[in-house]
């Protein structure tokens, strides 16, 4: 079967129904330890709420076009805290304090102890995804570097010996949803934009260690953070060219929103791009025009085999209604460019 060229994605996230979340109490934050207080649904029925959610998600991405989809992430409290709150070592009921991307505090678990993954964490999503698409599937796992900027460290006391931990767990996992069947496994690690003169020294190297061994498609998604946290993003990335030497096959980018330079593309020529197409700093539905002039924005840099178009981030915070339009908008915007190649 010939590849489709220009195929869409999302970075990972879909909007959960109001009847599964306190959309009031989830507000504009990322929890980083658990945050139990967002669901709607008890405990004993929670797993089921969820799983019916994720077929909702699973729907409306076959109904809006989009190739390769995700569980819209429907179990999870934030991108991050599902994953690295399970692991050994890590202490969520007692939690620290970091210093937060936009530089305030934030709550954050404490590492007491070696870290350690004490068995699968993602393999039931990707197996119920997998029973419920015929499509291309995508898993996604928080990214090393950006797990170790989220803690308050009282074990190893020194950040690379800390991210290279987490990047063994995370291998772990990988290796574990690639078995399950997923086609594409991102990791999302938007802290190396955040922190670029921690990331120079360790946070390549700790991607690869996480992406060791891996074959298939693997996907690298860096950002600003989330529109409806952060609504001034700068022009361009303190940190992208440097994942040229990562081992990923694809990055991923925000690029509708922040509108950035794209030339620094070129820098990555090796790599596929996921380019972000889709602005999430407003409910507003942008229409197939808008879209279709920021794809080629992105193939004056990039060559179309080269090329795959996502919203910018996670959808997670936008009405439900706003999500499933934009992603209907940024299909016929694909549509548009590919008959024009």
Known sequence: MAIKL????????????DWLIDRKTLGSRVPRIRAKEIWRVAEPFLEEAQD?????AIRDMERAGIDIITDGEMRRESYSNRFATTLEGVDSDNPGTTVSRTGGKSVVPRIVGPIRRRGPVEVRDVEFLRRNTDRTIKITLPGPFTMAQQTQDE???????LAMAYAAAVNEEI????????????????????????AERYGVKALNRALEGIGGTTVVHLCFGYAAAVLDKPSGYSFLPQLADCTATQIS?????PKIDLAVLRELSSKTIILGVISLASANVETPDEVADRIRAGLKHVAPERLVLAPDCGMKYLPRASAFGKLQAMVAGATKVRQSL
Not at 155 to 161: Q, S, T
């Open 52 to 56: 019916d959610a994720t077929i909702l």
């Open 6 to 17: 220009l195929p869409t994605t999302v970075v990972g996230s879909y909007p959960q129904p």
């Open 175 to 198: 290796r574990d949803l690639k078995a399950a069947g997923a086609d594409v496994v991102q990791i999302d690690d938007p802290w190396l934009q955040a922190r670029p003169d921690r």
């Open 253 to 257: 980018i925000e690029a509708a929103q």
């Open 155 to 161: 074990y190893y006391k020194d950040e690379e010996a």
